[in-house]
């Protein structure tokens, strides 16, 4: 794949250029060439070679959310950063990691979660909802309302106090989890967004200009939606939580947008239509970028540093 066709319009950084030239040389294939299999394992093989480490002293547990959807249970990690202890109650968040809904886990986002807790400080909890298209929507939004409310009843076990509040975020398909949470569970007291997918009927200008771009072309963008979602359910508000009817009860937001992404414009939308319902929302764009960059800080140093410093400032002014 190329970025010729862009680069008249926009710089391109440097880090995004060697990003895709080092998976081209590996052989990587976009996941609408793949089988389900292969893309969560491609998906997982990306994330060990580009997100790299992190320093973190504190503890990672697991836990099991009970769920009336599932015998098994929903798989939780939480990390409890040691500097948590310097705060007299450090907030809980709750983070859903992208994947079109098809492919990702909570492995894909575990140096970012260790970042967000020693950083911010605070408690952060790593969801395993469950995936299409073994589980179709909405399977995913019903395990993410359960884990918050699980965690609302469950702070001190965690490692947080009853003071804590909850906070909720994700990265695209993790993002719009999180949105949709915010509508339908209540006492939730920020909100971070990063690259939402908040419409599914993609009717954006972003979506036309960026429908070639590497890291999330049209063709994987119809992948992802045939294997999680009907067609007559795009318009559903629980789906697309832009389309949702009432705004200004939600919490305050940190919307991230990548400028070279199908699903900038959407997210530019949701601020907007935040703001016009008096919601505090702030957008942060990082220049350069296409979607999927946020949970690669090995790889993405300048670019993640940036957005992740966003993050837990954000954090701390919430909590």
């Not at 010729?4 to 052989?27: C, M, S, V």
């Not at 320093?55 to 098994?72: I, L, Y």
């Not at 490692?159 to 006492?187: K, M, P, T």
């Not at 992404?261 to 601020?271: K, N, P, S, T, V």
């Amino acid at each position: 794949m190329s970025f010729d066709k862009f680069k008249p319009k926009y710089k391109i950084h440097e880090e995004t250029e060697n990003y895709f030239k080092l998976r081209a040389e590996a052989g990587a294939k976009p996941y609408d060439q793949l089988t389900v299999e292969e893309a969560r394992e491609g998906n997982i093989a990306n994330a060990k070679r580009f997100a790299g480490t992190t320093e973190f002293e504190g503890t990672v547990k697991e836990f099991t959310v009970p769920t009336k959807h599932c015998s098994d249970g929903i798989p939780i990690t939480v990390y409890r950063s040691k500097h948590c202890d310097l705060c007299v109650a450090p907030s809980v968040f709750v983070y859903f990691h992208g994947g079109g809904n098809v492919v990702g886990s909570r492995q894909t986002v575990d140096t970012i979660c260790r970042i967000f807790s020693r950083d911010a400080p605070c408690v952060v909890v790593n969801v395993e909802y469950r995936l299409a298209p073994e589980h179709r929507w909405p399977a995913n939004h019903e395990d993410a309302t359960c884990v918050v409310r699980w965690v609302k009843m469950n702070k001190s076990l965690l490692g947080a106090s009853n003071e804590s509040v909850i906070g909720v975020g994700g990265n695209s398909a993790g993002g719009q989890i999180a949105a949709v949470v915010c509508h339908y569970v209540e006492d939730i007291v920020y909100q971070v967004l990063v690259y939402p997918s908040v419409d599914l009927r993609r009717n954006y200008k972003s979506a036309e200009e960026f429908a070639e771009m590497p890291g999330l072309t049209k063709k994987m963008v119809d992948w992802f939606m045939d294997h999680y979602i009907d067609s007559s359910d795009l318009g559903n508000a629980r789906a697309s939580p832009l389309l949702q009817t009432n705004f200004n009860t939600l919490p305050p937001a940190l919307i991230i947008i990548a400028e070279l992404d199908a699903l900038r414009d959407e997210g530019i939308a949701y601020h907007e239509k935040l703001k016009a319902a008096g919601v505090k929302s702030q957008i942060f764009t990082v220049k350069g970028v296409t979607h999927g960059f946020f949970h690669l800080p090995g790889h993405f140093k300048e670019c993640c540093l940036r957005a992740h410093e966003k993050v837990c400032k954000f954090i701390k002014a919430n909590s």
